[in-house]
């Protein structure tokens, strides 16, 4: 079965400097999506950038930056230049595609960031 | 364009009553999926309605149900709350289809039972 692992339950990072957040999946398919979605304190989950496995490039999203490692399932997320705003709950999701042709999303149990200023 | 819209936002029931959440998709959606958050369990995955016909459906008891309506705003019954169902709840929609579906997270509905 697929599983998501966010080994981190909670990090802190001053402002302005870079963090990383990290996730591995385990799946036996060649064919995927992973995301990442931030929650903040109000609670709206909001998508912050997404991989697809067959793309070798990295995604980036202004400061947001994942490193994907395809071989090693893992798939962490770089936030650069971290602002207040920032501070929210982290969650890695994988994609799969079922045996009927939809899709499933897996979430990982979340990363909790805060900012310093 | 208008994100997800769940209503309520947050909900006080006692034990044994019922609930009804709802929840409107991005417009141009078809699927609607639902989520309960705690957190010890994170997120879990209830089901998936794609044009009104549930699709996907996760390990939760018959309490919960759902329905999605032609329009594709859906709705989510859960019977004979128990104390165990205070969670926030998430609706997420999407195309459906496609390799870049992704799914598009509502506010989500706080509920309570006392």
């Known amino acids: 079965a697929q599983t998501v692992t966010q080994s981190q339950p909670e990090m802190s990072v001053q402002e302005a400097e870079t963090v990383t957040l990290s996730c591995t999946y385990d799946?036996?398919?060649?064919?995927?999506?992973l995301f990442w979605y931030k929650q903040p304190p109000s609670r709206q989950m909001i998508l912050v950038i997404r991989?697809?496995?067959?793309?070798?490039q990295n995604a980036t999203e202004n400061r947001f930056s994942v490193n994907f490692q395809k071989a090693a399932k893992s798939f962490s997320l770089k936030i650069s230049d971290s602002q207040l705003g920032d501070a929210a709950m982290y969650f890695c999701?994988?994609?799969?595609?079922?045996?009927?042709?939809?899709?499933?999303?897996?979430f990982g149990t979340g990363t909790r960031l805060k900012v310093l200023a | 364009k208008a994100g997800v819209t769940q209503t309520p936002r947050y909900l006080i029931k006692t034990r044994g009553q019922q609930v009804t959440l709802s929840c409107s998709p991005i417009?141009?959606?078809?699927?609607v999926s639902w989520y309960q958050q705690t957190p010890g369990q994170g997120l879990q995955f209830l089901f998936e309605?794609?044009?009104?016909?549930?699709?996907n459906k996760g390990n939760f008891p018959g309490r919960f149900s759902g329905r999605q309506f032609s329009n594709s705003r859906s709705e989510m019954n859960v019977s004979t709350l128990e104390l165990g169902d205070s969670a926030l709840y998430l609706c997420?929609?999407?195309?459906?289809?496609?390799?870049?579906?992704?799914?598009?997270f509502g506010p989500g509905t706080r509920l309570l039972v006392l």
């Open positions: 997420a929609s999407s195309h459906g289809v496609g390799r870049s579906e992704t799914q598009y």
């Open positions: 999701a994988y994609r799969r595609q079922t045996t009927s042709g939809t899709y499933k999303y897996i």
């Open positions: 417009s141009g959606h078809r699927s």
């Open positions: 799946t036996s398919e060649s064919d995927y999506y």
């Open positions: 991989q697809e496995a067959y793309k070798q």
């Open positions: 309605y794609f044009s009104e016909t549930q699709r």
